[in-house]
């Protein structure tokens, strides 16, 4: 239902009679580029800024790469591209800007009297603190030149249209990618509250560069913008999915907040859901979706959903009548090769069996070495799409057939991973 060749063809404008221009950022980028090449075709020129392996080969758009989620000097030499193809446009030209999740980091200018080693420091720093997307995504705008409505002021006179695969609860425009070309309703005393919050110190330098490129640029940005598809999209699809297969969807819509917590809590609404306490009776399957946070603390190696998937493990404590998926639906769970991980009945007394022991390996932040010594990761490879995240806990009958069929599929998932 995410995917850009399901849900572009009902936003796409109009071919302009000017010339078009095409850029954009983000895991789904290239794949938006190349649905407009098949509905537009030539003459059409522009480029986009994907991570690696997120390439989709187009004839007209250059697909450029850069790092994700911290920048590099490939990103910066991408961003200042998309500024030189909008530069120097007239009225009457239009400018297509594809925007989706992961375009914060891959479209990186420093402002001036900003490093891209500072930007590489607190970019880092914010992602292992907790924070939400839209306070990291604040401090983005503020130590950049591209973003927060300043790719909009390069682009005119030409008009601007922009299309958005949202990655963010609440679907906020000037969230997803860090706003280039909508308007920034935050300011630079906003970026820095966040980052004392978190306890990020920086340079008073940088705080006079953030406060001199604070220049509110609403008046002057005329937004078009066109949001494509959301979470609320991919769970709706679950949804009906379930109910042709019998099973009653419970849809909670975006949740956020700690990843451990989270798990604890839809936990209990399983548990409740089992003793018949529930808003909704077995066979059925809680779906959700939304951005946790997690707050490192150790050594390991895992995402957010890895993290969520081992505190639900813990707290079902390997009941027999639950199982569970958690994954990220660009198909990238942190920095890993897995989309998530799935939470099966027997997942704790695996873990026993080859040694792993839960508790300690969570108080590491190590989900990833957890799940894959069980068989239990879901590797499906980049998706070119990114509505965050989705999660399921499937609860059945005592012995129905789901239950009987979850039991027979363990083995099947876990010989040949890149399958499931």
């Known amino acids: 239902a995410a995917t850009p060749a399901n849900c ?140 927060g409505g300043k790719l909009a002021l390069e682009c005119a006179p030409a008009e601007v249209v922009t299309l958005i695969i949202s990655d963010v609860p609440g679907n906020d425009a000037a969230v997803v990618a860090s706003g280039p070309t909508v308007a920034d309703p935050t300011t630079a005393d906003d970026a820095l509250a966040v980052l004392d919050r978190y306890g990020i110190a920086i340079s008073d330098g940088l705080v006079a560069a953030m406060r001199a490129g604070d220049e509110p640029a609403a008046a002057r940005i005329e937004a078009d913008v066109r949001i494509l598809a959301t979470s609320d999209d991919a769970l709706q699809a679950a949804a009906r999915a379930a109910m042709e297969q019998g099973v009653a969807p419970c849809l909670l819509g975006d949740v956020a907040g700690d990843a451990r917590r989270l798990a604890s809590e839809h936990a209990a609404l399983a548990l409740d859901i089992v003793a018949g306490k529930g808003p909704v009776d077995p066979p059925c399957v809680v779906l959700s979706g939304g951005e946790t946070t997690v707050t490192v603390t150790g050594k390991g190696r895992g995402g957010r959903n890895g993290e969520y998937a081992l505190a639900l493990a813990l707290a079902l404590g390997g009941h027999p009548r ?26 704790l007394r695996l873990a026993d069996r080859h040694g792993l022991d839960a508790m300690s390996l969570q108080r590491d932040n190590d989900s990833y070495r957890f799940f894959a010594g069980i068989g239990g990761l879901l590797v499906t490879g980049p998706t070119r799409t990114n509505v965050n995240d989705f999660r399921a806990m499937l609860v059945t009958r005592a012995g129905d057939a789901g239950t009987r069929q979850i039991s027979a599929s363990i083995a099947e998932f876990r010989d040949e991973p890149k399958r499931s």
């Open 322 to 347: 639950i199982s569970a998926l958690a994954c990220d639906t660009d198909g990238i769970d942190g920095g890993g090769d897995n989309a998530g991980c799935y939470v099966l009945p027997d997942t």
């Open 8 to 147: 572009m063809t009902d936003w796409l404008p109009r071919r302009p009679a000017g010339e078009p221009v095409v850029i954009g950022a983000g895991k789904a980028a290239a794949a938006m580029a190349r649905e407009i090449e098949r509905h537009w075709g030539p003459p059409l020129r522009g480029a986009v800024i994907v991570p690696p392996d997120h390439e989709v080969d187009c004839d007209f758009i250059d697909v450029l790469r850069a790092p994700h989620p911290v920048p590099d000097e490939r990103s910066v030499a991408a961003s200042q591209r998309l500024l030189a193809e909008v530069r120097g446009l007239s009225t009457g030209d239009r400018v297509l800007c594809l925007l989706s999740g992961g375009g914060s980091s891959l479209m990186t200018l420093p402002l001036p009297g900003v490093t891209l080693r500072d930007k590489q420091s607190i970019t880092r720093r914010l992602l292992s603190s907790g924070a939400p997307i839209h306070e990291i995504n604040c401090v983005r705008k503020k130590l950049s030149a591209i973003k």
